[in-house]
């Protein structure tokens, strides 16, 4: 996979839609795995229609930098996330197109979805369309910053509130080859994050066991039935899937340091003094004192910043947290979205 910085949608003049690539469910069958895989399956293949059809129309973005995206006149990254639905998570691939707002309509009107369209004249409201392209509602974003809050937002109108809870951003990402040994490692993955309570560790899911192999019946894609003929693996890339196994946790950092390591993917650890929110309601949980300066920020848009017992249980507790650094009200901080980030130190 190709994974990117987050897109600039704040730059003048763009203009974007967002799509999910899955179809819209009102229920999903959570207590019986084998349909809720069979469920999964035909929504990844619709998603696969819809990438082919937008590499055709919008050429993608096949950029490696580690630097902010910009768009081509006409391109496409990918978002995957996933939806809160009685208490489980139901993995959502969507897409972030880019080009004239005349084309991106024609695009996502052709999909039985809803879409979110800004045009290059908007700067604080985006259009959300129904699955029959006719515009039924403003969603207001001149308030957000952040690629990836803009991208929680709008989102998050794409399924009806009352079925489904928090929509969480889990990356963005580039090109996709469909080669075989991408469409087998991507659908795999997002599968085994399907219908499950908490994340599965990406590292941890290896391709020599049962489970792995009924998937990849499922599966059944014609890149696996052909891949004799194209996109031949090496011997290395075979031998890394089967033998593939947990990687070393980050490596350890103390509050004071993280200043020093911005943009980083670190574990930090530090005792919480004090728990706090913004106007926007979003947690901050400040670590050491007022000098060393570093904090923890939950989003209001993430299910987690509900949980206040828990987030209370914090209070004047030493710990790690794993995340990327990145800068917060002109100090260092990460943005926590899962408890799994969190490892508590024995006192």
């Not at 991106?104 to 392209?133: A, C």
Request: charged fraction near 25%; proline fraction near 5%; glycine fraction near 6%.
């Amino acid at each position: 996979m190709n994974a990117l910085t987050r897109p600039m949608l704040k730059d003048p003049g763009l203009a974007y839609g967002v799509i999910s690539g899955f179809p819209v469910h009102d229920t999903y069958p959570l207590q019986d795995r084998e349909e809720l895989d069979k469920l999964f399956r035909e929504d990844y293949f619709a998603w696969e229609a819809m990438s082919r059809a937008a590499i055709a129309r919008f050429a993608t973005n096949r950029s490696d930098a580690e630097a902010p995206v910009a768009p081509n006149p006409f391109s496409h990254n990918r978002v995957n996330g996933w939806w809160e639905y009685k208490g489980r998570r139901i993995v959502d691939n969507g897409f972030i197109l880019f080009g004239s707002s005349d084309a991106l309509h024609d695009f996502m009107k052709g999909h039985n979805r809803p879409y979110i369209l800004k045009t290059e004249t908007r700067t604080e409201t985006v259009s959300l369309f129904s699955d029959q392209g006719s515009e039924v509602d403003s969603v207001y974003v001149g308030d957000l910053e952040d690629s990836r809050e803009i991208i929680s937002r709008v989102y998050s109108f794409l399924r009806p509130g009352a079925i489904f809870g928090t929509y969480t951003v889990a990356e963005f990402a580039g090109s996709f080859s469909h080669s075989w040994i991408d469409v087998l490692g991507n659908f795999v993955r997002h599968i085994r994050q399907n219908g499950e309570v908490t994340p599965i560790c990406q590292d941890s899911i290896v391709f020599n066991d049962e489970r792995a192999r009924r998937e990849i019946k499922l599966l059944d894609h014609p890149n696996l039935k052909n891949c004799a003929i194209t996109n031949r693996p090496t011997f290395g890339n075979v031998l890394g899937l089967i033998m593939a196994g947990p990687t070393p946790p980050p490596p350890l950092i103390e509050t004071s340091e993280a200043c020093n390591h911005l943009r980083k993917h670190l574990r930090v650890r530090g005792t919480v003094t004090e728990i706090g929110s913004n106007r926007r309601g979003d947690v901050i949980l400040r670590f050491g004192s007022a000098q060393a300066d570093f904090k923890g920020l939950i989003p209001a848009s993430c299910v987690l910043s509900k949980e206040q017992e828990w987030i209370d249980s914090l209070k004047n507790r030493t710990l790690t947290v794993s995340a990327l650094i990145s800068f917060y009200a002109q100090a260092p901080a990460i943005r926590i979205l899962e408890k799994s980030q969190i490892a508590l130190l024995e006192e």
